[in-house]
DNA sequence: GCCCAGGTGGGTA
DNA sequence: TACCCACATGGG
């Protein structure tokens, strides 16, 4: 299990196909990006629906509205006071900087609007590289709390105080997916979905994983913390 | 009632 | 740099 391939393989034969970003454009997607932070999924759908309901859905729409609208549309994603503030604020940066087009924006170099989304309030390096993979269609791998967890689990990455475990991690991944975006977003999609069925914080072991039995939890798995591959 | 969910930002030593 | 903590709803 020294390959990001070989966790593919596995995974993509027992999950199958898994469609995502779910999202009718990629407006909506960078949306849910903003929603979905560290929110189950569930509740990011009743938000674009209620969303989509009072119209809120598109960046005009969004950018106009007053807040306290804004809010209540999008209140059952929780923290809904910061994250109306960063949809805003996101709408907001589109039309100053690129004129209103997310074309004008992703065609820039993958680095490049990564540091501008970066430098958005709310906007984070995994909300970051949603972003950019599944809306821009850049090949810029998302580590979330699920592949710290299953690579933690498994032996692949090891929990460190210091230096940028997400970089990491992420060029691990990067190393080894090869220059197919699609498969970039499979994999992530692939992993969340193991990690919702095998690596829950609340499932201890499982031997129906099927990337092998997962290490018990608690042993090794640090949360949030910072990682670093084996070999820094 | 308690834990958890596809994080981020701000404060402190 | 390395921890804390607030942010908030809905489901198991």
């Given at each position: 299990?020294a390959h ?6 596995h995974?993509?034969r ?20 903003i ?5 189950a999924?569930?509740n990011?759908e ?18 106009a ?21 960063y ?17 004008r924006?992703?065609?820039q170099p ?7 989304l ?14 950019l ?7 810029s ?26 970089a ?18 499979e ?8 990690g ?8 201890p072991?499982?031997?129906?994983c ?20 084996r070999?820094?």
């Amino acid at each position: 299990m020294a390959h990001p391939g070989v966790y593919y393989r596995h995974l993509s034969r027992h999950f199958g196909p898994q469609y995502w970003w779910p999202g009718n454009s990629r407006w909506e997607v960078m949306v849910g990006a903003i929603l979905t932070q560290n929110t189950a999924w569930r509740n990011v759908e009743l938000a674009i629906a209620e969303l989509r309901r009072r119209h809120l859905l598109s960046r005009a729409a969004m950018l106009a509205a007053p807040a306290e609208e804004l809010r209540a549309a999008i209140r059952s994603a929780g923290f809904y006071r910061q994250k109306a503030r960063y949809l805003q604020a996101l709408a907001a940066w589109v039309a100053d900087h690129h004129g209103g087009s997310l074309d004008r924006l992703f065609r820039q170099p993958t680095g490049r609007v990564r540091a501008e989304l970066l430098a958005l309030p709310g906007i984070g390096p995994e909300t970051a590289d949603s972003m950019l993979l599944y809306a821009g269609g850049h090949a810029s791998f998302v580590v979330d709390a699920y592949t710290v967890r299953i690579l933690l689990r498994h032996g692949e990455a090891a929990a460190q105080g210091s230096g940028d475990g997400y970089a990491a991690i992420q060029s691990w991944f990067a190393a080894g997916l090869g220059r197919d975006v699609g498969r970039w977003q499979e994999m992530h999609a692939l992993i969340v979905a193991a990690g919702k069925e095998f690596c829950r914080k609340t499932v201890p072991r499982c031997t129906a994983c099927p990337l092998g039995p997962l290490l018990p939890a608690g042993t090794a798995d640090v949360g949030h913390q910072p990682f670093a591959s084996r070999e820094a």
